[in-house]
Structure formats: C-alpha cells, structure tokens
C-alpha cells in the first residue's frame, strides 16, 4: 500500500533562512518549518501549502510553493535572478540626510518596483535633521515625476504618523541603504517587531544571522510590513534594453516621441529622450542612471548568454 499523502494546511511564510522557515497559519500560529526536497525555494511572503510537525517533531514540512506575484528580484553575483521577498503590493524605499543617499540604489528599487508591477513611495527618515539641497532637489524631482514622499522621524515631529497611514491595507517591504533608520522605523510601526525576531531566532536557531534575512510582521492597523536587510548596492534582473525605460516614468513618457520605436535612447537619431534630457524636462542623473542599467544588461547578456532576456529584432543591435 502506498503511504496516504499528509493532509496539508495553507500558510505564508513569515521568515526564510535557507532550507529553514517560519510559516504563520491562518489562525496566526507560527510553526517553524522546513522545506521539503531540494528543489523547492522559498522567500518572505511566500504562500505555502504545509504539514504540520508530526507527534514528536518540531518542525513542519512546506511541500508546495504557490504562484508569487509581485515579487521582488535581485541579481546574484552568477547573473541569476533571486527572489527577495513575494506577494508585495507596495515597495518603500528609505532614505535619509544620513548616510549621504544613494540615489540610483533609490532609482534601482523604484525601477524593480515599476517592473514587477508594485506600488513605490520614498520615505524620507531622519526628517528632523535638515536636508542637503542636493536631497532636497532629488526629492523634488521624485515627487514631479509622481512618486509620493513621506517625511517621517522617530524622534521628532513630523513623526511616523503619515507614514503608518500608507501601510494599512497593504503588503509593503523597507527596502534602502544600512543606517538609514529602517530598525527604528520597524519598531516604531511594529512595536512588537523585536520580540516577533527574537521569536523567529530562537525558532529556526539562526540567531545571530536573522537580521541577514527579511522578516514580515502584522500591523495592529491591518497591513503587513516586511523589513529587508539594508543594502550598500542593488541590481534588479533587467527586461530586455527596450523595456528598461518603462521603469523610468519620465523616460517612457518622453520615448513616444522617438523616431524609432525600438530607440534605446543612447546614439541613435531623432531620439526624443536625449532631447528631453538636454532641455532638461528629463533630469541628467535619471538619465545616467537608465543608462547604467541599460550597460549593466549588456554586461550581462555578453557575461551569461543563455539568461539574456529574450527579445525581437531591432534595427540597432
């Protein structure tokens, strides 16, 4: 007789760390739990299907994963696509006055986000301290091109209250650079936040790498609220070179008028975008950073050909 197939409960995965998980049920327990087999790979926010641990056990059995959608990537050092965290519906992308921001990290996220079809504001922490003018233009540029801004502080007014608005009803994740205040954040929006890590430590005895790993935690007011690690750089998986413009609003808007359809806004004639750039409806530092990534895609279609995106002719390459 073959052995009955486990009766398996619905859950979502609060932490990963490698082949170990934290899955939350529907009730709201949490079951540290491990994946089963070697090809099955899951990330914060997952949706998962379950065993509970058997009489003696611990730990639980994830056996099937369940279609992601929005999902966060980021590029490995092999040229792969990673999955970060799933099921997203908003991206938050957290800057300061200090450290100084990095603004094509910020400019990264944003463009991830708009790819993958997630909602993107900036949260500008720290607010009490005053901003550079080189911020506060940056800023200024973001919000004209139609991202929201947040200014929010721990410490001092304007406080978190703006910001804990944006996050009811939603699945968003703190994406940014180390020492921006991302923790405190955390913990101001989700007091519960640290005790709920030390939790999921003790659970999947990873103690001292669980902040290495992102971790989901439940509102009071009714959203879900992911904390990634802080970043000194990040890559998204790229699209094929036309459709990187589409994670730059303005350069998308400005491209319709290019002569050519499939124009990648760098040598080519009658090209709208570097117009707009040099009459300065499209911002320079945007600009450079489209092509950034364009080049980075190139890098890696010559460094790993079989992963480049697929794509129809175009007259240019």
């Known amino acids: 007789m073959t052995a009955a197939a486990p009766e398996l409960d619905a859950g979502r995965v609060v932490a990963s760390h490698g082949r170990q998980l934290v899955v939350e049920t529907e009730s709201g327990e949490?079951?540290?739990?491990?994946?089963?087999?070697?090809?099955?790979?899951a990330v914060c926010g997952d949706a998962v299907r379950?065993?509970?641990?058997?009489?003696?056990?611990?730990?639980?059995?994830?056996?099937?994963?369940?279609?992601?959608?929005h999902v966060l990537e980021r590029v490995s050092t092999s040229g792969r696509a990673e999955a970060v965290v799933a099921n997203l519906t908003q991206l938050i992308a957290v800057v300061a006055p200090l450290p100084e921001p990095d603004w094509f990290v910020v400019d990264h996220y944003l463009a991830a986000a708009a790819w993958s079809g997630i909602a993107a504001l900036i949260a500008f922490n720290k607010a009490e301290l005053e901003a550079p003018a080189t911020a506060a233009a940056e800023l200024a540029a973001f919000l004209s091109i139609g991202y929201p801004i947040v200014n929010c502080s721990t410490?001092?007014?304007?406080?978190?209250?703006?910001?804990?608005?944006?996050?009811?009803?939603?699945?968003?994740?703190?994406?940014?650079?180390?020492?921006?205040?991302?923790?405190?954040?955390?913990?101001?929006?989700?007091?519960?936040?640290?005790?709920?890590t030390q939790e999921i430590s003790a659970a999947t005895e990873q103690g001292r790498h669980?902040?290495?790993?992102?971790?989901?935690?439940?509102?009071?007011?009714?959203?879900?609220?992911?904390?990634?690690?802080?970043?000194?750089?990040?890559?998204?998986?790229?699209?094929?070179?036309?459709?990187?413009?589409?994670?730059?609003?303005?350069?998308?808007?400005?491209?319709?008028?290019?002569?050519?359809?499939?124009?990648?806004?760098?040598?080519?004639?009658?090209?709208?975008?570097?117009?707009?750039?040099?009459?300065?409806?499209?911002?320079?530092?945007?600009?450079?950073?489209?092509?950034?990534?364009?080049?980075?895609?190139?890098?890696?279609?010559?460094?790993?050909?079989?992963?480049?995106p697929r794509r129809g002719p175009s007259r240019f390459t």
């Open 155 to 196: 410490r001092a007014a304007p406080g978190i209250g703006t910001l804990a608005a944006r996050l009811v009803g939603a699945t968003s994740v703190l994406v940014g650079q180390s020492g921006t205040g991302k923790s405190s954040l955390l913990n101001a929006l989700a007091p519960e936040a640290r005790a709920v």
């Open 210 to 308: 669980t902040t290495s790993h992102a971790v989901l935690h439940r509102l009071a007011s009714g959203g879900d609220l992911i904390d990634s690690p802080g970043v000194r750089g990040y890559a998204p998986p790229l699209p094929e070179a036309r459709a990187i413009a589409s994670g730059f609003a303005e350069i998308a808007a400005a491209a319709a008028g290019c002569r050519f359809s499939d124009c990648l806004h760098d040598a080519e004639p009658g090209c709208a975008v570097r117009e707009a750039v040099a009459a300065g409806r499209v911002g320079a530092r945007r600009y450079e950073s489209f092509r950034r990534l364009v080049g980075l895609m190139r890098e890696f279609a010559a460094r790993y050909p079989e992963r480049r």
């Open 50 to 69: 379950f065993g509970l641990p058997s009489q003696g056990e611990t730990c639980g059995t994830v056996h099937e994963i369940l279609p992601r959608h």
């Open 30 to 41: 949490r079951v540290p739990c491990r994946l089963q087999g070697r090809k099955l790979s």
